[in-house]
């Protein structure tokens, strides 16, 4: 399958300066400071300042980051959990009652 969304152009390290983009705008928009994003996810204001130009990030600074910018939310754009799949909908359809059953007297 062919993917055409543009994120699929972007290199692993373009998509690593776009989300440090972001990310740095989502903090000057809270009014937040490198020092005090720093201070909330445990990290001193050089580090949020690589974060934001491009360098690599962990999964759990990352985290901390969303949090930090009550930004936490859009994981579940991001990551959306799986459907029901066709089979287990099947299982689903056949659990379901067809008659009533009779009532005791």
Do not use: C
């Amino acid at each position: 399958m062919i993917n055409f969304h543009p994120w699929y152009s972007l290199t692993e390290q373009q998509i690593l300066e776009e989300l440090g983009k972001r990310l740095k705008s989502i903090r000057l928009n809270n009014n937040m400071s490198q020092k005090e994003l720093g201070d909330i996810i445990g990290k001193r204001p050089d580090e949020i300042s690589r974060i934001e130009n491009g360098k690599p990030i962990t999964l759990i600074s990352l985290l901390r980051i969303l949090r930090a910018l009550n930004k936490l939310e859009n994981l579940e754009q991001a990551i959306k959990p799986p459907g029901i799949s066709p089979v287990e909908m099947l299982k689903l359809e056949e659990k379901k009652r067809k008659r009533a059953s009779k009532r005791k007297k």
